[in-house]
């Protein structure tokens, strides 16, 4: 098993280590997961999937908790959705 993997953070490519939450992966390289109603960055809060603060786009689905899905080769992930 390979020790990190690779993933596209709004068209960036990041390397990560292998079994970061796809939220962590965000916060690692300086950014937040969404914007709110009013404008405000958000990211993850509870890191257990209960507040939705997380939430992104994965592999062309909107609105993913991160901190709920581990990274894998390949996977792209867009923010402030
Ligand atoms: S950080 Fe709370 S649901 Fe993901």
Redesign the pocket.
Known sequence: MPDSVTIRIDGQTVRVPHGTSV?AAIMMNGGF?RTSVQGEPR?????????????AAVNGVAQQ????ITCVDEMQVVTHG
Do not use: D, K, L, N
């Open positions: 939220a997961c990211s993850a809060v509870c890191g257990m999937g209960i507040c939705f603060e997380c939430r908790r991160t901190c709920q």
